[in-house]
């Protein structure tokens, strides 16, 4: 035996050794929070033992996972919920860090996606099935030159032993995309396709199947774990990045929708394949069903009214009707349009059966047509603490990590939203069904208290449903004013951003403006970082999604402290049981939801050590209402004031530096 290979035999890495080594090599620094979320990482998938882990903005929390993962004795999965974070890991972290230390271990890695994330050659070379099910060789109208610059761009990627990922493929449309894609219910299979052997998708499996470290994503982990669909090959354990999104990551993997050109286009892609009489009575079926969606009203449905029970119900007999008069499948005689067809009415049976059943775990309702979106009915799980308790956490070690996981000054709220119960942590109970756990939070290198501001401007009224009144503009108008731009506006309707975005137009000409929509995000937050003087006003996806350090921004603008809609249905419906199970439901849920936006709101003020600025939040409740405590104790530990003018003099100040 070499003696490298004896002494990795013989003498298991040391972590902190390993990492260090890796810092260097990578030309960073030592940090003491990144050393200790290391080994309390290796502890955890040691001893078997789930581990939460708050580590603030510049920890470097994914070197600290990705060592001790690549140094474990098995296979470890990453899931993250962004597509930014799993470029940054896959793009640069991970063949950097393998560069660094991997002669030292196991530094085989793979990305996994779904199977609609990847270029079909199948769908490329044969053509698309139509509304009868015969292939179309061509693409036509509009989006033709763009569907054959995609065709061409996954033939290159053939003959280069590319990925075939929809991430590296020319910029394009999700209708575009879905010229050159499949779903998983469409694919032909391995064993049927002609082109399995160069297919994208199951090359990626197989690498997978060959690595020690798997990257994938939130949902794709739920659809594998907790939906028992099985994507990815067997880990031991899993690191989960961007935490605090799970719950809301699994939920949309778990939730199913119907509208009637659902069950329409079902019906009429099957009759080249079945007896007409079963077509046509899944067609009937669509028809009866749109009588009863005209006949509810929109929301959550508590109750099935007798007609949409039996339009579900008629559905879902209709369409297993319609599957078992498709032709079974020969041997080696694949048939794209008979498979994409069969997989739309076995799409129609599952969901319609889903919602049929009307069981107490979900949640359904509808969403009423408006412009040209048509009606649709959703059924979503109630909560997902049980499954993802059930199905991942009792088989595998789960390691949970992100900046924002301490709510109200504990973990017990995100825990307990993810399975762990805290009367579990460090298994201070000893039955068979307890999950030991352990919350660590690593702090940050940032001193919040000396480089941010958090003003509360408990003078204005509280918020109303009919948006922003004047005084809240003339409130942004000043601290923008102040600032001279710099401000990354953060609201929590689109009507309030473009609001906001127009009366400061009006008022500070001087500035440039920007509101999500004006065009696409990218470009939107290049504008607003090559220019100082602009703001940018959006919504939700700018609460997480945006990175913007130095002086492009420092003020953050959050109108309202974001509670979810009170019509919202599937929150209101986890608020209500929670209050029937003896809890707070508005603490649980709406507050809950409200500090984790919060929290990862504020966090897009200060992303370097030499960052500075203010974080103002236009709602008095914070200042006034007896949950504010709650919600600023999630907050970093900015210094804080209720004093307008004082906050103007210092955003001036930084504007004048």
Not at 193 to 206: K, S, V
Not at 279 to 299: F, H, K, N, R
Not at 593 to 604: K, T, V, Y
Request: aromatic fraction near 4%; proline fraction near 5%.
């Amino acid at each position: 035996m070499p003696e490298t290979a004896e002494k990795r035999v013989t003498e298991a890495p040391d972590v902190a050794g390993v990492l260090a080594a890796a810092v260097t090599a990578l030309g960073g620094q030592e940090r003491a929070g990144q050393i200790q979320m290391a080994e309390a990482v290796t502890d955890a998938l040691a001893k078997e033992k789930h581990l939460l882990v708050q580590a603030g903005t510049g920890t470097g929390k994914s070197l600290a996972y990705l060592v001790p993962s690549l140094l474990h004795h098995d296979r470890v999965v990453v899931a993250t919920a962004t597509l930014a974070l799993q470029h940054q890991l896959v793009e640069r972290d991970i063949p950097r860090l393998v560069e660094a230390i991997g002669d030292q271990v196991d530094a085989s890695y793979a990305v996994l996606k779904g199977r609609s994330n990847y270029a079909c050659l199948h769908r490329i070379r044969e053509g698309v099935p139509d509304d009868q099910g015969a292939l179309v060789e061509a693409p036509v109208g509009s989006m033709a030159e763009k569907v054959l610059e995609l065709r061409a761009w996954a033939e290159k990627e053939t003959e280069k032993g590319g990925s075939g990922e929809r991430d590296n493929a020319p910029r394009h449309t999700d209708r575009e995309w879905r010229q050159v894609s499949v779903s998983h219910r469409e694919c032909l299979g391995a064993s049927r396709c002609p082109f399995a052997t160069e297919c994208f998708a199951e090359l990626a499996r197989e690498k997978a199947q060959r690595s020690h470290l798997i990257i994938t994503n939130h949902s794709l982990l739920a659809i594998d774990a907790i939906e028992g669909v099985p994507m990815i090959p067997d880990y031991d354990a899993v690191v989960i990045d961007e935490a605090h999104e799970l719950t809301a990551r699994v939920t949309q993997a778990a939730t199913d929708e119907l509208a009637v050109n659902d069950v329409e286009r079902a019906a009429r892609r099957s009759q080249r394949w079945v007896e007409d009489d079963a077509a046509d009575a899944l067609d009937e079926a669509a028809g009866t069903l749109a009588e009863a969606i005209e006949a509810t009203s929109g929301g959550r449905i508590e109750q099935l009214s007798d007609q949409l029970a039996e339009a579900l119900a008629l559905v879902r007999d209709a369409a297993r009707k319609c599957l078992s008069g498709y032709p079974k499948d020969a041997s080696g005689d694949a048939d794209a349009g008979r498979t994409q067809a069969k997989g739309m009415v076995q799409e129609v049976f599952v969901h319609a059966e889903r919602m049929a059943a009307n069981l107490d775990s979900d949640v359904l309702w509808l969403n009423e047509a408006r412009d040209r979106i048509p009606a649709r009915l959703h059924v979503a799980p109630l909560q997902v603490w049980g499954p993802m308790r059930d199905k991942l956490l009792t088989d595998k070690t789960v390691v949970f990590t992100s900046a924002t996981l301490m709510l109200g000054g504990d973990f017990d709220a995100v825990a307990g939203s993810l399975g762990l119960k805290p009367s579990e942590r460090d298994g201070s109970s000893r039955s068979a069904e307890v999950l030991p756990w352990r919350g660590l939070d690593v702090g940050s290198p940032f001193d919040y208290g000396q480089q941010a501001i958090l003003y509360v401007a408990r003078h204005l009224p509280p918020p109303g449903r009919d948006g922003l009144v004047k005084a809240q503009l003339d409130e942004i108008c000043e601290l923008v004013d102040a600032a001279g731009g710099r401000t990354l506006g953060l609201f929590s309707s689109r009507r309030a951003a473009e609001a906001a975005a127009e009366t400061v137009r009006e008022r500070l000409p001087h500035l440039t403006t920007l509101a999500q929509g004006d065009a696409q995000l990218p470009e939107l937050a290049k504008q607003f970082v090559e220019d100082p003087h602009t703001c940018l006003f959006g919504t939700l996806s700018l609460w997480q999604g945006l990175d913007v350090p130095g002086e492009t921004c420092q003020l953050v603008l959050i109108d309202r402290i974001p509670f979810p809609r009170p019509d919202d249905p599937l929150m209101s419906a986890r608020q209500r049981a929670a209050d029937r199970a003896g809890g707070n439901g508005f603490m649980q849920v709406a507050a809950t939801h409200a500090a984790l936006l919060l929290a990862q709101g504020a966090g897009r003020l200060i992303r370097t050590t030499s960052d500075r600025g203010v974080v103002a939040i236009l709602d008095p409740r914070l200042a006034t209402a007896r949950y504010g405590g709650f919600l600023k104790s999630s907050l970093p530990p900015m210094w804080t004031t209720t004093d307008g003018a004082l906050v103007r003099k210092a955003l001036a100040r930084l504007a004048e530096g």
